[in-house]
C-alpha cells in the first residue's frame, strides 16, 4: 500500500496460481485504517474490501458451460440467476460476467442473443443442454 499524500491510496495486488483455486474463487478481505494524527483534528478512516481471486492458470469453464455466475465454481447446472446476469451483460455495457467462458453456449468466442436464446430455450422449453467445455 502506497500513501499518496493526497487522501488517497494505491494498492497494487498481482494474484496468480498460488491465490487462485482451480474450483472456484478465492476471496481476500482486506481492511485498511488510515489514521492523520494532525491537530486540530485527528482522525481515523477504516474500511473493508473484497477482492475476489480466480485461478489464472486454468479455464474457467471446467464442466458444462451456464454457470454464468459462478455461484457453484462453474460445476453447477445454469438456473434462472445465470439468465439474468446474461441478459445484464448483453445488454446493459459495464454488466460484470464473473466467468467469460460459461457464457459462451455456442462457441463462437462472443456472448449475445443466440447464446440467450439457447439458454432460455434448455430452461423453460426442454432444449439441449449446453455444450461440454473444450
Known amino acids: 500500500m502506497v500513501d499518496s499524500g493526497n487522501g488517497a491510496g ?15 474463487p478465492v ?12 491537530p486540530p483534528h485527528p482522525s481515523v478512516i477504516s474500511s473493508v474490501r473484497t477482492i ?15 454457470d454464468v455466475n459462478y455461484d457453484s465454481n462453474g460445476l453447477g447446472a445454469p438456473t434462472v440467476a445465470d439468465l439474468t446476469g446474461l441478459i445484464a451483460f ?22 449475445g442473443v443466440v447464446d440467450i436464446t439457447t439458454l432460455i430455450g434448455y430452461l423453460f422449453q426442454g432444449g439441449p443442454p449446453p455444450a461440454d467445455c473444450p
Open 10 to 24: 494505491v494498492l497494487t495486488f498481482v494474484p496468480n496460481r498460488v491465490q487462485g483455486s482451480p474450483c472456484g
Open 27 to 38: 476471496f481476500y478481505y482486506l481492511r485498511f485504517r488510515a489514521t492523520d494524527p494532525i
Open 52 to 66: 475476489r481471486v480466480y485461478d489464472s492458470g486454468l479455464p474457467c469453464c471446467i464442466g458444462r458451460r451456464g
Open 90 to 111: 448483453v445488454f446493459r455495457p459495464g454488466a460484470p460476467l464473473p466467468c467469460y467462458q460459461e457464457g459462451d453456449f455456442d462457441s463462437s468466442g462472443a456472448i
